[in-house]
């Protein structure tokens, strides 16, 4: 059974901190994505990354999958309360139409 | 351009009934996913429908069937529900298999409590 494991799973901050999240598993994924999910809404993709060591950025939000396509970050630099949400991290097996999700990290970002 | 549009919002069904969740992908997709996410936890894949048939399984029950129709929308069905049903149901929306490799668009989801 293919597992992925986030940590941590609740993260508490002030605004401006920089915080990263881990996302890590003993199988290999095609892709790693991973979304943010607002109370009462569904996940919104935040990126997709599909090659071994590739980092993208987006604004504040750096994510990186592994060399081994085994494990993902997501670093946010000067946090702010907008960033307010949970984080799920999610792989794409090869060949399937699955999601495996992470449980998630719920992050508040406190003014 | 309308996103996932999933009905209804919110279903309070009895335990042993049945229920339809009903789901319109977003426009250009072809491809409909279904997952139950638990309260605190991440979403778990049910099952994903393309051409009107179901191509892949996660590890649920029977009780759990799909359809989809050839307007690429796509209905949930849950029989002898359980309180264990209770969940955010979402459906989330690709083009054929790109949604590996480019992302899936999710609805708001159907939040259905069994009591």
């Known amino acids: 059974t293919q597992l992925l494991e986030q940590s941590p799973q609740f993260l508490s901050i002030q605004e401006g901190e920089n915080l990263t999240v881990y996302c890590n598993s003993s199988s290999v994924f095609s892709s790693l994505q991973w979304y943010r999910q607002e109370p009462g809404e569904g996940p919104v993709l935040l990126v997709t990354v599909v090659t071994g060591g590739e980092v993208k950025k987006l604004k504040r939000l750096t994510f990186q999958f592994g060399d081994a396509r085994k494990d993902s970050s997501l670093h946010i630099t000067a946090a702010q309360p907008g960033d307010t949400g949970l984080y799920l991290c999610?792989?794409?097996?090869?060949?399937?139409?699955?999601?495996?999700f992470g449980q998630g990290t719920t992050l508040q970002v406190k003014p | 351009d309308a996103g996932v549009t999933q009905s209804p919002t919110h279903l309070i069904k009895t335990r042993g009934q049945q229920v339809t969740l009903r789901c319109s992908p977003k426009s250009g997709h072809d491809t409909v996913s279904w997952y139950q996410q638990a309260l605190g936890q991440g979403p778990q894949f049910i099952f994903q429908?393309?051409?009107?048939?179901?191509?892949q399984r996660g590890n649920f029950p029977d009780r759990f069937s799909g359809h989809q129709y050839p307007n690429y929308s796509s209905e949930l069905n849950v029989n002898a529900l359980l309180l264990g049903d209770s969940a955010l149901y979402l459906c989330?929306?690709?083009?054929?298999?790109?949604?590996?490799?480019?992302?899936?668009?999710f609805g708001s989801g159907t939040r259905l409590t069994v009591v």
């Open positions: 999610a792989g794409a097996p090869s060949n399937t139409g699955k999601l495996i």
């Open positions: 429908y393309y051409e009107e048939e179901e191509r």
């Open positions: 989330a929306s690709s083009l054929g298999d790109r949604g590996q490799n480019y992302g899936y668009t």
